[in-house]
């Protein structure tokens, strides 16, 4: 299992994911968040394969990435969140917090 919570930013919005290694090998994933763009776009991301999430190899867009098409906000670091921790909860990525700093 591996959890996630993200500070979206300036929008004030905070989505807490949790993800949970399944014995067939994908992943399933439990999404609450504050923002409406995303309880929408979390309702097609109940359960993913990890090995299609993780990169963009055969030309193929993650289903958690093609999610991101119904949030209006292209820069929401909500999805590239839930991509890490579905690499966690697989075993694929060690668990390490993630930080960008913005600054003028």
């Known amino acids: ?6 500070d979206s930013g300036i929008c004030g919005f905070v ?3 949790t993800t949970t290694m399944t014995d067939e090998g994908s992943v ?3 999404i609450d968040s504050s923002c409406a763009h995303i309880t929408k776009a979390a309702e097609a991301l109940n359960e993913v394969e990890p090995f299609n999430e993780i990169s963009f190899y055969g ?3 993650p289903s958690i990435l093609q999610a991101q098409y119904g949030c209006p906000h292209a820069a929401c670091p909500v999805f ?10 697989a075993g694929l990525a060690l668990p390490k917090d993630v930080t960008i700093t913005i600054g003028q």
Do not use: L
């Not at 299992?1 to 993200?6: C, D, F, L, R, Y």
């Not at 590239?80 to 909860?89: H, N, Q, T």
């Open 1 to 6: 299992m591996a959890t996630a919570t993200i």
């Open 15 to 17: 989505t807490r994911v």
């Open 28 to 30: 399933k994933i439990d």
């Open 59 to 61: 030309g193929n867009v």
């Open 80 to 89: 590239i969140g839930i991509i890490k921790a579905v690499e966690v909860a």
